[in-house]
């Protein structure tokens, strides 16, 4: 352990003195005892003041006599004083002439004319634009301070829906054919039969049609890229496979297919309980578009080409696809764009011309494709073409 050095010294010894620093060890110290007063050498001088100045008398201003007051004093503005720089604009030097304004009474009888004019108009409740306050009635807006408007209070808010829009949740039918249904008797709320148009249910309300309960559910959009060999239905008494069996448990709802495709025709297939879009995407005057993928047994010839473009005379109507193009390295493949949703209208187009449809694959569905789909498996719909198909007329 390092030894502590000597107070006001170093390790090379006790510290000397220096000739050229002031020694103030010999002054005296000061004492701060009031009884001492035998040393005169810290006492301060005493301030002196002038004995003449102090005797002055002071000054008094009352002799002056009383203050003049401002009223008392001229306006130069309007005085008649040639000299004063502030004369009014007058001619002659003389003060400028009031301003004369409008007779009193006159501008008495225009406000009291003005009012009674403001009586004889009737109140915006009185013209009937706007109905008296009930307070009975719930109100149908808040005040958002935040924005500083109104904001309006929609069914949702206050936990309603819609009748019709409540049966075309449970997958039943279109908004439009709900109404129907409701015309006609076929639904009841809570035991009593509705057929009064617009009328707004809570989620738990018991809507029954034809004697079962219906469930409005949140509607599901899903996508299937269907194999060969199923077939699109929800049962069958044969006991052959079916698409549903490969969806499901994707979710709790209960979902149907959009259209059909038959046993041996594979790719996109849709599923929702929105019946409102399922009537949509299935009815002709919609004219959604399909795009497929045909093999045949043999090379379709340039004659029949021409023939399938043109339109083809069937035994149910004429048919014309929309595009037709060859889709491989050699002409048994063939792409074809159609928006008819006739039943097996592609084989039997091609029948018709004498070729077998060996291999046929929907690639695109109302603008859907199976792009990131293996075969046998499924997808949700993005929120962007969930609103696309709603978009579509």
Not at 37 to 46: A, E, G, I, L, N
Not at 307 to 317: F, R, V
Request: hydrophobic share 25%; charged share 40%; aromatic share 8%.
């Amino acid at each position: 352990m390092e030894k502590r050095r000597p107070q006001g010294g170093s390790k090379f010894g006790p510290k000397k003195s220096s000739p050229f620093k002031k020694d103030f060890n010999d002054k005296p110290k000061r004492s701060f005892d009031k009884d001492n007063t035998s040393d005169k050498s810290f006492d301060k001088p005493k301030r002196s003041f002038n004995k003449d100045a102090s005797d002055k008398p002071k000054r008094n201003f009352s002799d002056k006599g009383e203050r003049p007051s401002f009223s008392d004093k001229p306006n130069r503005r309007f005085s008649k004083d040639s000299s004063s720089p502030l004369l009014g604009r007058g001619t002659g030097g003389e003060a400028k002439p009031k301003r004369a304004f409008a007779d009193r009474g006159e501008r008495a009888k225009f406000y009291a004319d003005k009012n009674e004019r403001s009586k004889e108009k009737k109140s915006s409740f009185e013209r009937g634009e706007r109905a008296p306050y009930d307070p009975s009635k719930p109100k149908n807006y808040k005040k958002d301070y935040s924005k500083k408007k109104d904001v309006v209070i929609t069914n949702a808010d206050k936990g309603l829906i819609r009748l019709n829009k409540y049966i075309a949740n449970a997958g039943i039918c279109s908004r439009r054919e709900a109404d129907d249904l409701i015309k006609s008797g076929c639904v009841s709320v809570n035991g009593k039969v509705i057929s009064e148009l617009g009328y707004t249910v809570k989620a738990t309300d018991e809507v029954n049609y034809s004697g079962a309960r219906l469930k409005s559910e949140k509607h599901v959009y899903l996508l299937l890229n269907k194999p060969k060999d199923y077939i699109t239905t929800a049962d069958d008494e044969r006991g052959r496979k079916t698409v549903m069996e490969l969806v499901a448990g994707a979710c709790k709802q209960r979902i149907y297919p959009v259209g059909r495709l038959d046993r041996n025709t594979t790719g996109l297939l849709l599923f929702t309980n929105d019946g409102e879009l399922t009537k949509k995407l299935t009815h002709p005057k919609h004219e959604i578009e399909k795009l497929y993928h045909v093999e045949l047994d043999k090379n379709l010839k340039q004659d029949d080409f021409m023939k399938l473009k043109e339109g083809l005379e069937l035994e149910d109507g004429m048919i014309k696809p929309d595009e037709v193009s060859y889709a491989g390295e050699t002409k048994r493949e063939v792409g074809i764009r159609i928006h008819s949703g006739r039943n097996r209208i592609v084989r039997r187009m091609f029948e018709h011309l004498g070729y077998d449809v060996l291999r046929l694959d929907r690639t695109m569905f109302a603008g859907l494709t199976k792009k990131n789909i293996p075969r046998a498996k499924w997808r949700f719909l993005t929120e962007n073409e969930i609103s696309f198909l709603k978009m579509l007329k």
